[in-house]
């Protein structure tokens, strides 16, 4: 019933919602925790009987558990680490007559993997899981345990022994402190068979004599702080490529023309086709096509104003022509001719301006 308690007490506080994704890492770290520790009972074997040997459980409650450690994290999920350990219990059994407590204190290596369950699987919560394994040696001491009720045996001293351990825990960022993270782990720690607590006296006929335990199994649920030392916040995502605006078609073509002349030039038919062509790609519900002249005539007089109002006509007829043969409807076309006014180019009277003599094409 404690180990099943326990067990549901730390699933419980690994499942705690925190505000941030605990960090994969990088470089240097200490580690400190504590917690319950839970021993099986033991079966002790005791040479002391005149029958031969004898056997005796022994009984354990509750206990206590801290440690510290120094580790390095890869970046990928590894970490490697050197630890030192401390376990506290106490020993009891009313039946059996049980009663005092051991200790053990010594150190691990240990072999640990974040897992980065947003890396991995797409889950995006605030934990980062870990498991590892570790090897080490572990020093146990025993001073005036009593084991038994009929033959009460009083054992004292210290051995030590191999010893190994499995890891299981989460890691939690402490939102505020970079590189800080809070962990809750069970670890089941082993001793191997035949693990010798130490020499013992005995009440009654028996006397001293030697004895030893099977293999010793601890559990414990522990809370504690990490801190990561290298815990600059990774660098900004690249600023996204700014793509520039593709180029705006014209909206506004001039196609120009000979002095007293109507007819398109080649190159003028290849700004009336640009013109048609950009009609297809830009929003356009009408194109207006205006003709000019400069304010020069080939009948001088008031005569001429009225020739140059017809011949600015003539050459916007000319480019509404050509529009059509390029693919433009004759009815999204609107022309105008305005003779001599809106120069281009300001001029004296009398003046032939090549820039004058034109024909705006005005897309809408």
Do not use: C
């Amino acid at each position: 019933m404690r180990l099943r308690a326990a067990l549901l007490a730390t699933s419980l506080l690994a499942a705690t919602p925190f505000a941030a994704k605990a960090t994969t890492i990088t470089g240097p770290y200490v580690d400190i925790g504590g917690g319950y520790n839970l021993t099986q009972t033991q079966h002790g074997h005791f040479a002391d009987t005149e029958d031969g040997p004898g056997r005796e459980k022994l009984g354990h409650r509750h206990g206590w558990t801290g440690f510290g450690a120094f580790g390095w994290g890869f970046g990928n999920g590894l970490r490697a680490e050197i630890e030192g350990d401390y376990n506290w219990s106490e020993i009891y059994s009313k039946t059996r007559g049980d009663k005092g407590s051991d200790r053990s204190y010594g150190g691990f290596i240990n072999v640990l993997y974040d897992i980065d369950l947003k890396r991995l699987f797409n889950i995006d919560v605030p934990v980062t899981p870990f498991v590892g394994v570790g090897a080490g040696y572990l020093w146990q001491n025993a001073h005036d345990v009593t084991v038994g009720n009929n033959a009460a045996r009083s054992l004292s001293g210290t051995k030590g022994g191999f010893a190994y351990q499995g890891i299981v825990g989460a890691a939690y960022d402490i939102p505020g402190v970079p590189g800080l993270q809070m962990t809750t782990e069970y670890r089941m720690i082993g001793q191997p068979s035949s693990f010798t607590m130490g020499n013992y006296t005995a009440s009654g006929p028996e006397g001293t004599g030697h004895a030893s335990f099977d293999h010793r199994f601890n559990h414990q649920f522990i809370v504690g702080v990490r801190y990561a030392f290298n815990n600059a916040p990774p660098p900004p995502p690249p600023a996204p490529a700014v793509v520039p605006p593709a180029p705006t078609a014209a909206r506004t073509y001039l196609v120009f023309f000979d002095w007293d002349g109507a007819a398109l030039t080649g190159r003028s038919r290849e700004i009336v086709a640009e013109a048609a062509q950009a009609s297809t790609h830009v929003q356009t519900t009408r194109i207006e096509v205006n003709g000019y002249t400069d304010n020069t005539a080939a009948h001088p007089g008031p005569r001429g104003e009225k020739y140059n109002l017809g011949l600015s006509m003539r050459r916007a007829d000319s480019v509404k022509a050509e529009l059509i043969r390029d693919g433009v409807p004759a009815n999204a076309i609107d022309i105008h001719g305005y003779g001599e006014a809106h120069p281009l180019v300001p001029t004296g009277p009398d003046t032939r301006e090549p820039q004058n003599r034109r024909v705006e094409i005005i897309l809408h």
